[in-house]
């Protein structure tokens, strides 16, 4: 058994190199799981034989599926720390080779952060890293565990399985356990069961280049092969298909030693169809592996096409410049924390491109390949990055995973056309991980990172964000510029971003925004912000993102409000218009996630920067967003989570409307204000803002759109408050929806005279006893048990489950209520 672990352990080093198993044909791995929350004492407690009743029954697992997630709800669970520790897995195989003498390999797309391997007893490989994708061959572990015909008999003909995961703090790991994000634990991307025959593909590269006319395309071909039978000759069947699935390229190549990396072969291409943001196509290479009379078949889409940042100025794309409008993605949604299926991951890029993206930067770590899949199929161009981010530079262990994480992050993923930059890092100048903070060290180490990617991949830049005493090492650099949010005021952002710009070669601006929490609204925007200074820069500074101390801002003293953060990003849209010099920007982020370092965020735990809830819930800003970058006539009326307007009677209002369209009308309850013309430079809203006086009760506002010869439409109600309000006194609570299964229940804080208090941002908690429970956890402005209120309000839903329910709610300095629910 030691030389099969032995045996194994090499075979992991050789399969970790590249990652991924180039192959049609993965078998994943998502039932008949069980977990523990915690250790074990050793591997030997997670397979020894309990009979019901003994004590060899516990710990007690728990079934799940997988993807899953150590921290799908602690993570934003505002009573406690999310969980960083050790958790199991385990499962039985059911191993059917179809290849003789084949090869049997576990394919893991990712696991947080540490990673150790058992088959039965014994130990088969190991991992440290949580984002890069990564194979072990469990062939002879396989082989030797089914000559045991004890163990054989007891497993049922199966093959013990067991997985443990570890997110422990460790100084001496990336990412940082400073960083703005969690450092997840667990099997939170697929496990594959993959076989191959004795000798396949482990690595294909596909480096497809384009003549200075982009008349011409050269495509060549490499790979490498696991081939620990030590075969000496293979046939290769490469068959190139373009985008409409016509063969433009078919040929056999005879006696192909399969050993090591191999050039396979060059085509050239007449012609080739091109790649772009809205026209993304793809062309795919089919190879077919014959060895001994049994053959292996990989597919890879890659496509053609030329990019180019010009010194000092903007971005170009096949030859035609292309503003990048860009956001940010992290690997996270409610409920399952890092545990993203690929229907969840296809639902949030397909928002994405809706709304009218074309770059993305994957933060702040190499992400599923189902990811690079949808931007290559979509038409989103890629910033990915290793997760250097935060704390400082660590010892010899450290630098070794950064290398290793670097490395493996460009093998596997420079086929995809979408991807033009390699980030080598985020927030480097951050210290105190170490007791020591060396910039000299940590620009060495950039230095070293820089000649490394492009030593893997010189077709691609690099670049890093916000270390500005190693902006003059990577391609393409971006500052740290958040006007209007952790400095200055929002109108500084071009005279900033020039300014920026003019200190080094290629300027990329990535993150941008502010926080914004969803059904917040405000009437009036600038409120306790009189005290902030502008002219003095719009970067972010230490001690900025704190709710504490240093200078005005609005961050700090500003009203979190969707009404602000629509602005904010009109403005910057607005502005990206009227700078040919500019590269893109990349809004921070798409969409709200969980982060350890925000506990006293309006939603605990939660940086609620995105345009979409964790949900997938829009916020307004989305739509501010599709009227400046999309097509496709849209129109949308701002308010539409905004139930409860407020002013005195006979005040003006002003109403926004969203639109792409050239005209749009406006309708307030039923009576014409007009139509007005649609134009970008007009702030707010491109012009499409109207005064009002509202009705005292129940409005009515709809607006139609025209776009050529299409029409669009939008209406929302909401409710005039014309009596004033102070400050909560007690609280109320009514259910504002129903149905067998489940309850919507909304609380409403209320001053002395028994109006709501409308700018209230008092915490709200929820709590229920009985047969059902509350939907909680879910890091959401209406999933969550702790919440602040918005516009003095907030809700929760109950899954009944055909039972008696009582819920609580309470806030603070405020009695307790109670709901009876049946």
């Not at 990003?569 to 350890?596: C, N, R, V």
């Amino acid at each position: 058994m030691r030389s099969i672990l032995l045996s194994c352990l090499l075979l992991c080093s050789l399969y970790s190199a590249t990652g991924k198993v180039p192959t049609t044909h993965k078998i994943r791995l998502t039932e008949n799981w069980e977990y523990l929350k915690g250790d074990l004492g050793g591997i030997w407690e997670a397979v020894r034989p309990a009979n019901p009743g003994n004590p060899e029954t516990v710990p007690l697992w728990e079934k799940v599926t997988l993807p899953h997630c150590f921290n799908a709800e602690d993570a934003v669970d505002p009573d406690v720390n999310y969980y960083q520790g050790a958790g199991w897995y385990k499962t039985l195989l059911d191993i059917e080779n179809p290849y003789a003498d084949g090869r049997v390999l576990l394919d893991f797309e990712g696991a947080g952060q540490k990673t150790e391997v058992y088959l039965y007893t014994t130990k088969v490989g190991e991992h440290i890293g949580g984002y890069d994708e990564w194979t072990l061959d469990i062939t002879d572990a396989v082989e030797a565990f089914k000559k045991d015909k004890g163990l054989t008999e007891r497993f049922g003909g199966k093959i013990p399985l067991s997985i443990r995961c570890d997110n422990s703090r460790d100084l001496e790991m990336i990412p940082s356990d400073l960083s703005d994000f969690n450092v997840y634990g667990g099997l939170y991307r697929y496990v594959n069961l993959v076989y191959v025959p004795k000798t396949s593909f482990q690595y294909i590269q596909l480096d497809a280049g384009l003549s200075t006319s982009l008349k011409e395309g050269i495509l060549t071909i490499n790979a490498s092969f696991h081939n620990p039978a030590d075969i000496k000759k293979a046939n290769i069947q490469v068959t190139v298909y373009d985008p409409n699935k016509k063969i433009v390229f078919n040929k056999q190549l005879q006696d192909i030693l399969p050993l090591g990396k191999q050039f396979i072969t060059e085509i050239s291409i007449k012609n080739p169809i091109l790649w772009d943001v809205d026209n993304p196509n793809l062309y795919t290479c089919e190879l077919k592996l014959d060895v001994e009379g049994e053959s292996v078949t990989a597919k890879e889409c890659f496509g053609f096409r030329h990019f180019e940042f010009k010194e000092k100025g903007p971005f170009y794309l096949n030859g035609k410049r292309l503003l990048l409008r860009g956001t940010h993605r992290h690997e996270d949604h409610a409920g399952v924390g890092q545990a993203m299926t690929e229907a969840m991951m296809r639902t949030e890029i397909e928002m994405m491109k809706r709304m009218g993206v074309n770059f993305i930067r994957l933060g702040h770590y190499q992400q599923s390949e189902i990811i690079l899949n949808l931007c290559d199929e979509l038409g989103i161009l890629v910033w990915e990055e290793i997760p250097w981010c935060r704390g400082g530079l660590g010892g010899e262990s450290y630098k070794i995973q950064a290398r290793r994480m670097l490395t493996n992050m460009v093998t596997q993923h420079r086929n995809h056309p979408s991807v033009i930059i390699w980030g080598l890092g985020n927030e480097n100048d951050w210290p105190n991980d170490f007791s020591y903070f060396e910039k000299d060290a940590i620009r060495a180490f950039m230095k070293e990172l820089h000649d490394l990617a492009h030593q893997l991949d010189n077709s691609r830049k690099t670049a890093i964000r916000r270390c500005e005493f190693c902006s003059d090492i990577v391609d393409v650099y971006s500052p740290s510029i958040w006007a209007g949010w952790y400095r200055g005021v929002y109108t500084e952002y071009k005279d900033v971003s020039h300014t920026e710009m003019q200190k080094v070669n290629h300027f990329l601006h990535v993150e941008w925004g502010g926080d914004s929490h969803a059904r917040r609204h405000a009437e009036n925007i600038f409120e306790n912000l009189q005290n902030i200074v502008s002219g003095q820069g719009a970067d972010e500074r230490a001690g900025d993102a704190s709710l504490y101390g240093g200078a005005a801002r609005v961050s700090k003293d500003g009203d979190w409000s969707e009404s602000y953060i629509c602005d904010l990003i009109d403005w910057h849209l607005k502005e990206q218009e009227t700078m040919p010099w500019l590269t893109g920007a990349a809004y921070w982020p798409f969409k709200d996630f969980s982060t350890p370092v925000r506990p006293e965020n309006p939603v605990p735990y939660m940086n609620q920067k995105g345009v979409i809830e964790r949900d997938f819930t829009p916020k307004e800003s989305y739509y501010v967003f599709q009227s400046y970058w999309t097509e496709k006539p849209m129109i949308h009326i701002y308010g539409h989570s905004w139930p409860v307007r407020w002013g005195k009677a006979n005040e003006k209002k002003m109403m926004k409307v969203y639109s792409n369209c050239e005209e749009v009308e406006l309708f307030v309850n039923g009576e014409s204000l007009g139509k007005q013309k649609r134009n970008s430079q007009d702030f707010p809203a491109a012009g499409l803002r109207w005064e009002s006086v509202f009705k005292s009760g129940t409005n009515t506002i709809k607006a139609i759109g025209k776009k050529g010869k299409e029409r669009v439409e939008d209406e929302i109600t909401f409710e005039y408050e014309t009596r004033t309000f102070g400050s909560p006194t007690q609280l109320t609570a009514s259910i504002i929806e129903e149905t067998d299964e489940y309850v919507w229940i909304e609380a409403a804080l209320i001053d002395e005279n028994g109006v709501v208090s409308l700018t209230s941002r008092d915490y709200i908690y929820f709590d229920s006893v009985g047969d059902g429970h509350l939907i909680i956890n879910r890091g959401t402005s209406s999933g969550s048990k702790k919440v602040q209120a918005y516009n003095g309000r907030a809700r929760i839903k109950l899954i009944k489950n055909k039972g008696k329910n009582i819920v609580a709610i309470k806030g603070d300095r405020i009695n307790s209520i109670f709901i009876p629910v049946e």
